[in-house]
């Protein structure tokens, strides 16, 4: 597709550039407290239990309520300043959460970030898909993927840096004054684009039909990659939330290094993501399965990894290194080539209904439990373990990942009649 002649504001590249932008600053508002976590804790004198309440609960709530609400929105409506007021709410909660006076006030300014990618994620996936052709869909949402890694890239080593020279409260505002700022950009410079298979923009969309999510869910496909998603996010987020803390208490290493090392691993998650896209869009040819066979693979090397990164003792920091840069690159595996699956597989009507209900998952099993759960099993732990609680909890949560590449193996068993169905009724119409 030649897009040398188009303006800036309809060009894929452009608008994929500024989705992918809001994407990492939403992820970094929302990785951020993983970072500053232990000075938030002490100056509020909050437990480990009370922590994951912090980046979870708050989240997981609001993610619950809007979450597939504004995916349907997003199916019929317009997307471009869906994803900016959504974003641009998003920023200014996180501006706001700078000057929070304890628990509930902190709690109660991370739904920001649940509005932000409610409104966002979805509805910039399904931007995507109407640009971009199948056989490169998944390469873009691995970019899409990408901003996540990059947003906490930017968290652990730019915001570890902020809140050690100007403290936790400027760097959260400051990356909620951001968000705000770029959603502008995306309102003014973004041209909502047509929506494959519909009416060209400007007459009538039809709306979402009744039953949207029972029948995304109905279809075994999706049914098993939204079990899948959940799984895996359960691990990701409890091991994102928590790693620093881990390193600051096993290892003994100062913050800064701390952040700076998990730098270095959301940089290997962010080269995994883009791998993952390439892999899946080029196995493909060779056997439809592949589009559910690389997230497969990529999370059944992330669990053999996770496991031995923490049952590693203290003081074998560079293998500690190494095998968490490893399960970093095969952690996001996943995402890519499922969210491009889920656009050849469910009606473009249904498309943003059936990512939000993906996030849905992942918000509530692994932002919201999966934080919550590793907070309560560390301070349960700590009586017969010790300092090794907080390891030992990260470690039945990365488990997890074993039952998640289940459910992607009976979700790649289910693709090739779910992708045939969907081209049979493309053709057919």
């Not at 938030?40 to 909050?46: P, Q, V």
């Not at 595996?333 to 993906?358: D, E, F, G, I, K």
């Amino acid at each position: 597709m030649k897009t040398d002649h188009l303006p800036a504001p309809t060009r894929p590249g452009y608008i994929l550039a500024v989705l992918t932008l809001l994407s990492a600053l939403a992820f970094m508002d929302r990785q951020i407290l993983s970072v500053v976590i232990q000075p938030i804790k002490l100056e509020f004198g909050l437990s480990d239990l009370q922590i994951g309440l912090v980046t979870g609960l708050g989240f997981a709530l609001t993610f619950g309520v809007l979450g597939v609400p504004l995916g349907r929105l997003a199916d019929h409506r317009n997307r471009r300043s869906l994803i900016a007021f959504c974003r641009g709410l998003g920023g200014v909660l996180g501006l706001l959460s700078g000057a929070s006076v304890g628990f509930l006030s902190l709690m109660f300014s991370r739904a920001g970030g649940a509005i932000s990618d409610a409104g966002g994620t979805p509805a910039s996936m399904s931007m995507l898909a109407d640009i971009y052709p199948a056989a490169h869909r998944a390469r873009a949402m691995s970019v899409l993927g990408a901003g996540a890694s990059f947003g906490a890239l930017l968290a652990l080593v730019l915001g570890s840096w902020l809140a050690q020279h100007y403290g936790w409260r400027v760097t959260v505002a400051s990356i909620g004054c951001a968000s705000l700022l770029l959603a502008f950009v995306l309102r003014w410079t973004v041209r909502e684009p047509s929506r494959m298979g519909v009416e060209p923009l400007g007459q009538s969309v039809p709306a979402p039909q009744p039953g949207a999510v029972a029948a995304v869910w109905a279809e075994p496909f999706t049914r098993w990659t939204i079990l899948g998603a959940a799984l895996a996010l359960l691990s990701a987020y409890s091991f994102g939330t928590w790693n620093i803390a881990l390193m600051v208490r096993h290892q003994g290493m100062s913050l800064q290094q701390a952040g700076w090392i998990s730098g270095g691993a959301a940089l290997m998650s962010m080269a995994g993501g883009l791998v993952a896209g390439a892999l899946a869009d080029r196995l493909v040819h060779r056997d439809l399965r592949w589009q559910m066979g690389v997230p497969m693979t990529g999370l059944g090397l992330a669990l053999l990894t996770g496991v031995s990164y923490l049952l590693l003792p203290s003081g074998v920091l560079w293998l500690a290194v190494v095998l968490m840069f490893v399960f970093s690159f095969f952690l996001p595996w996943w995402a890519a080539p499922t969210y491009a699956a889920l656009s050849l597989v469910v009606p473009s009507q249904r498309r943003a209904t059936a990512n939000a209900m993906v996030l849905l998952a992942g918000a509530i099993v692994g932002n919201g439990l999966g934080a919550i759960l590793t907070g309560w099993f560390s301070d349960l732990l700590i009586d017969s373990v010790g300092d090794d609680s907080l390891r030992y909890a990260m470690l039945g949560m990365v488990t997890m990942l074993l039952p998640a590449v289940m459910a992607f193996g009976y979700a790649m068993r289910a693709y090739p009649k779910a992708y045939h169905k969907a081209a049979q009724t493309r053709d057919g119409s």
